[in-house]
């Protein structure tokens, strides 16, 4: 792995992980684009630090009070919003559990990440067609928590993209835009984490060198610059252009490798 290619890779995940246009996608198949082989589970665990670190510097603030309420106010509105994260990040967990080795073989196929970015592409452009836009944060109960912590279970899918399917839910339960960005943000926190942890272990510190931190910085940094950049523009904009991003690179893929 060369410092090029970890901060592209950097790049693609800081950027995809937070704007609903599929992170996993872009690692697949921008490899294949430029013919570079896996990058290998040590660069698979900076990506997901990076990020990781990026949202936690965003949300410190607001994860502080969201432990503090839900321990001594659980039947808060911020103490209840603990307890949904928890209850939203089990889908995901189980899937990710179950279906770790497809999503890293089968899943990956280009034909099946076309087929996902452009399926998914129409659910999200009816969500936000569809957009009612009146309910904040507060209003959140336990049951839409666990329908969009379903939805972002299909994020194992690359393609999907784990930000769209969370933001494509809260929509279609009639959310705002900003509010279904905002909880889909703290609810990736728990799932990044998890997985970052899971295979940390599993690496050598050998495998942590230049080219591992160079990717991190990189995933940190502008997974940072996507969400001040989102939450921004879905105050006034809607998810259009990422959806004919999403179409766009879809037809690329079906007419590079089909």
Do not use: C
């Not at 060369?2 to 592209?8: S, V």
């Not at 790049?11 to 690692?27: D, T």
């Not at 697949?28 to 896996?38: D, E, I, T």
């Not at 949300?59 to 209840?80: A, H, M, R, V, Y």
């Amino acid at each position: 792995m060369t410092y090029w290619q970890a901060i592209f890779l950097g790049i693609l995940q800081g950027v995809g992980e937070f704007l609903p246009i599929s992170s996993s996608a872009h690692l697949a198949v921008f490899p294949y684009f430029l013919n570079w082989s896996y990058q290998g589970l040590p660069y698979d665990v900076m990506l997901h630090l990076g990020t990781l670190l990026a949202v936690v510097s965003v949300f410190w603030k607001d994860w502080i009070e969201i432990i503090k309420q839900g321990l001594t106010q659980p039947s808060s509105n911020e103490g209840k919003l603990l307890w949904y994260i928890a209850l939203a990040s089990v889908p995901g967990a189980v899937a990710g559990y179950f279906l770790e080795h497809k999503a890293e073989t089968v899943f990956r196929e280009p034909w099946l990440i076309g087929m996902s970015l452009l399926i998914f592409s129409i659910l999200i452009f009816l969500a936000d067609w569809k957009a009612t836009s009146q309910k904040a944060l507060p209003e959140i109960t336990w049951k839409d928590a666990l329908l969009i912590g379903l939805a972002q279970s299909l994020a194992i899918i690359p393609g999907a993209s784990r930000s769209g399917m969370t933001i494509m839910a809260a929509l279609f339960l009639g959310y705002q835009r900003e509010t279904a960005a905002r909880f889909s943000f703290l609810l990736s926190t728990p799932i990044i984490a998890g997985a970052a942890l899971l295979v940390l272990p599993k690496i050598s510190p050998v495998e942590v060198n230049g080219p591992f931190f160079a990717g991190l910085i990189t995933s940190a940094l502008f997974g940072f610059l996507s969400i001040r950049f989102l939450l921004g523009y879905l105050k006034t904009r809607n998810l259009l252009p990422f959806v004919i991003y999403r179409v766009l690179l879809a037809l690329v893929v079906f007419a590079r490798y089909l």
